[in-house]
């Protein structure tokens, strides 16, 4: 017999029972078995060795054993591995290989076939497997194990080869490089050392495809190194170039794993095209394909991961950064307090009156402008255009007054009986319409919002009381909606983590993994750790909104003349609402980096929405207070683009219908904004707004060409326009995959532009900003700049399949805990706090300016 080693043949009817394996017994039908002319089967047992391959043959009457043994020691593990080639061309009739061991019995046939997609069949002639090592309790001790080779085709002939696998056992901080295939499947041992709880097992390759699966296993035989059943135990994720996944000690009792390697069949779990399978006419569709050389070299890696002293500064630190905020709010406060004493003494000093003004808490007095040596206000004109108001000196508006005192023009008006208002009315029986459904008072605002040059006076007319709840509603209504939305969305996401840890599929989720750090049942910590401070500065802000609103509500019951009657409207409800929206922006994000993928997306984008529109809002109803949106048809608006997003990413991919729907859609309801917006409001809606557009374009561009009565407005709207439209075009040219974040930087680029308008107009007005709002301005704008930076830095993105997702993976950056969207949420929590605080600041240069001398723009 070909091969080397002592060999014995002996007929299968001497042999006693428990020489044979049961299989044989019962796959040889009489049908299909060659017997010997004497009519007999032979079993052929041979002593085998290590390092030699074995030429041989078998057939149907025909039973080949290879007997091998080994010395195993109880503090070294060694790999052994079977490698097989069949030479003979029997697709119908497999070799089968049997390996018997002391605790494990594993089985495959030659060629082996394994399944892909659509149940494709693929053929591999060349087959290797790695014997699963049973342990020993002696110090030494000599195991046997045998290779049965058998078949039902009447002659096949094969190689064999047992090795010992060099490098089985990994040692930590080493590099190991290995080949795979998808029929020689790689596993490795690695055991924790002393002190150590935690590791990252790093796997890395050269080349994207052929893809491939990274398993860890527990200690136990079999071990599952297939394409068809790695997934069947442990922890698995596919990979294309990177793979990492954290193991911690505590989760496998023998201190002790195994990293399988497979290559996967086909490619389309790692977003690779399907291989062509060709189908001939002869050929029958079940027919196996030969893959011949699906090859992959592969380097892996175990390092240690961060130990729990890194978890604890790691907390530390976070909460170090955002309760700093709080010390330099309280630092800030009393500073104010110390001047607002000063200043106090001063002007009893002078015996002249106090005057409120309003600092980051809204508490502090200062000189008025005549007194300290600027120009006053009086002076101040609006641009090109003059006073722009026909209001006198003298006069100021009384929009804080009763329902009882007329309305007049600006000018008609003065300070008398102030004094003697009430101080607080009550909200219960007031309503909006009971003053717009009246004749003369919607006549009236006919008049008044649509003169050339407005102020303030003009559109702060109503009810104090009115506008008051009308703005209230906008915090009550995000309150509820935050509420709703969390408790659904925080079962969710538990619901998916608990999935990822029992299944250990990790292709659910799309973390950068490495640098991913686990905390109990939670597979990124760190990611949900670094959402802390949207939720503490969002707190913050909230406790700055409420002791400037004590302040106000004290200056009010006092009579304070300058809260009455100077300076913007202070109403709060939106700064409320903004606070909030803020918070619940942490605890979704936090929720949705649980298990980030493309089901959940929208929990870290839809309050980025409500932010952007409130902060557009907040910042028109500053000279808008009048006319500024109601809260039900703002969050109905939001809620539209909560529902474009989320249809976007579902069917937009490469969808040109649904492209061009939404341009069309954007394109209109920009114009329909630009006309709100132009006209204060002052149209309608109807049948018949062709005619009255016709109407004035014929009186405005034929009859007599004249420029538009607003300019400013109307430069506002057409740089608006110009932008939207780019913005449509865009994407209904280039069509994004990130559709999200599409229309987040639509609601973005159209809040920049209307705060640098609002920017330029107050100072081209002869406004001023003061230090606090000036120091937000110029240090937010830095700190977005570098929290961009971080976010562009793209560490995952469920756009793409898992496995190519985790190319972009990087390691941590900061206390080797956080990673570049750790630091994107750190600046932009910070960034968001300080755009607040400009919204909140910006205009407190007006506190002691009457109202019917602010301009409107």
């Not at 060694?78 to 290989?97: A, I, M, Q, T, Y």
């Not at 594993?106 to 082996?112: D, I, R």
């Not at 079999?222 to 989760?251: H, R």
Request: some cysteine.
């Amino acid at each position: 017999m070909p091969g080397t080693g002592a060999a014995r043949v002996l007929p299968m009817w001497v042999l006693p029972t428990w020489v044979l394996p049961a299989w044989v017994l019962l796959a040889l039908p009489p049908s299909l078995a060659q017997p010997l002319p004497s009519g007999r089967r032979w079993v052929t047992e041979k002593e085998a060795r290590f390092d030699t391959t074995y030429t041989d043959w078998v057939g149907a009457d025909l039973i080949n054993i290879y007997a091998f043994n080994h010395s195993v020691r109880r503090n070294r593990t060694e790999g052994v591995r079977v490698s097989v080639n069949v030479l003979s061309d029997h697709k119908d009739l497999p070799v089968l290989f049997v390996v018997r061991q002391k605790e494990a019995v594993v089985s495959f046939q030659v060629p082996l076939i394994l399944r892909g997609l659509y149940q494709r069949k693929y053929a591999y002639q060349e087959v290797s497997r790695t014997l699963c090592q049973p342990q020993t309790k002696a110090e030494v001790e000599t195991q046997h194990f045998y290779v049965d080779v058998s078949t039902l085709s009447l002659n096949a002939s094969y190689q064999l080869r047992v090795t010992r696998v060099e490098n089985f056992v990994l040692r930590t901080n080493e590099r190991f490089s290995f080949n795979a295939t998808a029929a020689q499947p790689q596993y490795f041992k690695y055991e924790f050392p002393e002190g150590l709880d935690s590791v990252i097992v790093k796997v890395t390759s050269a080349m994207a495809f052929p893809c491939s699966v990274i398993s860890i296993q527990d200690i136990l035989c079999p071990v599952y190194d297939l394409d068809n059943n790695v997934a069947f135990i442990g922890m698995y994720q596919t990979m294309t170039k990177k793979a990492a996944i954290t193991v911690q000690k505590k989760d496998f009792p023998s201190n002790s794993f195994y990293v399988v390697v497979v290559v996967k069949t086909e490619d389309e779990a790692c977003g690779g095209a399907l291989p062509y399978y060709p189908l001939s006419k002869n050929a029958s569709p079940d027919e196996p394909v030969d893959q011949h050389n699906r090859q992959k070299m592969l380097e892996v890696m175990v390092s240690p991961a961060i130990t729990s002293e890194a978890y604890v500064s790691s907390m530390l630190f976070c909460l170090g950064i955002f309760l700093s905020f709080y010390v330099l709010t309280l630092l800030i406060a009393c500073w104010e307090s110390c001047r607002q004493q000063k200043r106090k003494g001063l002007l009893a000093a002078m015996d002249s009156p106090s005057l409120d003004t309003a600092s980051l808490l809204g508490h502090a007095r200062s000189i008025p402008d005549s007194f300290l040596g600027h120009a006053p206000y009086d002076s101040y004109g609006y641009g090109s255009f003059g006073n722009g108001s026909s209001g006198s000196t003298e006069g100021v508006t009384d929009s804080m007054g009763s329902a009882e005192v007329p309305y007049g023009y600006v000018g008609e008006r003065s300070l008398e009986n102030v004094a003697g208002r009430p101080r607080l009315d009550s909200l219960s029986s007031v309503e909006e319409d009971d003053y717009d459904t009246l004749a003369d008072i919607d006549y009236d605002k006919n008049v008044i919002r649509t003169k050339q040059y407005l102020c303030v006076a003009d559109l702060a007319r109503k009810d104090k009381r009115v506008l008051r709840k009308k703005y209230q509603i906008y915090f009550w209504n995000i309150a509820t909606i935050a509420v709703f939305y969390a408790l659904p969305v925080i079962q969710l996401v538990i619901t998916y983590q608990t999935v990822v840890n029992v299944t250990g599929n990790q292709d659910i989720c799309y973390y950068n993994f490495l640098c991913a750090h686990p905390l109990g049942n939670l597979s990124a910590f760190n990611n949900i750790l670094s959402n802390m401070g949207y939720v503490l500065l969002g707190l913050l802000f909230l406790l700055i909104i409420l002791q400037r609103e004590i302040n106000y509500n004290r200056a009010l019951m006092r009579n304070d003349t300058h809260a009455l009657e100077c300076g913007i409207p202070k109403h709060f409800g939106l700064f409320y609402a903004m606070g909030t929206a803020l918070m619940m922006e942490g605890l979704l994000s936090a929720c949705y980096h649980v298990c980030p993928n493309y089901t959940n997306f929208q929990f870290d984008t839809s309050f980025m929405y409500m932010i952007a529109g409130l902060c557009m809002l907040k910042l028109y109803q500053k000279r808008h207070p009048d006319i500024n949106a109601s809260a039900y048809s703002a969050y109905a608006c939001l809620a539209l683009v909560i529902f474009f997003s989320v249809v976007g990413v579902v069917f937009g991919k490469g969808n040109t219908a649904f492209w061009i729907v939404f341009s069309v859609i954007h394109i209109v309801a920009t114009l329909l904004l630009s006309t709100q917006l132009y006209y204060m409001g002052r149209w309608k809606l109807d049948s018949g707004i062709l005619r009255r557009i016709l109407h004035v374009l014929y009186t405005d561009c034929v009859r007599q060409c004249s420029g538009p009565m607003y300019v400013d407005r109307m430069v506002l709207l057409v740089m608006g326009n110009i932008v939207n439209w780019s913005l449509a075009a865009y994407g209904l040219i280039v069509r994004p995959n990130d559709f999200a974040s599409y229309l987040l930087a639509i609601g973005i680029c159209n809040l920049l532009l209307y705060f640098a308008f609002y920017i330029i107009m107050k100072l081209r007005s002869g406004e001023r900003i003061k230090l606090i709002p000036l120091l937000c301005i110029v240090g937010t704008s830095v700190v977005w700049g570098f929290a961009l930076f971080f976010f562009f830095q793209g560490l995952s993105t469920w756009q793409k399949t898992p496995a190519e997702s985790r190319e972009h993976n990087r390691d941590c950056i900061l206390l080797d805990f956080f990673d570049d969207h750790d630091i994107w949420h750190f600046l932009s929590s910070i960034a968001m706090f300080g755009s607040f605080l400009v919204l909140l600041t910006l205009d407190d240069d007006l506190d002691c300016v009457q109202r019917d001398k602010i301009y409107v723009f």
